[in-house]
């Protein structure tokens, strides 16, 4: 339960005050596709 609390609903004030799991989605929202090199 408490993990479950700390990724999902606690705010962090290193993350903007998002969530772990708040922050990676933005995080991934905002990346960048990477092109592929062959």
Known sequence: A???YYNHRRP???LG???P???L???QAES???SQMY
């Open 2 to 4: 408490y993990l479950a």
């Open 12 to 14: 962090h004030m290193a």
């Open 17 to 19: 005050g998002l969530a």
């Open 21 to 23: 799991l708040e922050f």
């Open 25 to 27: 989605a933005k995080m």
């Open 32 to 34: 960048v596709p990477q």
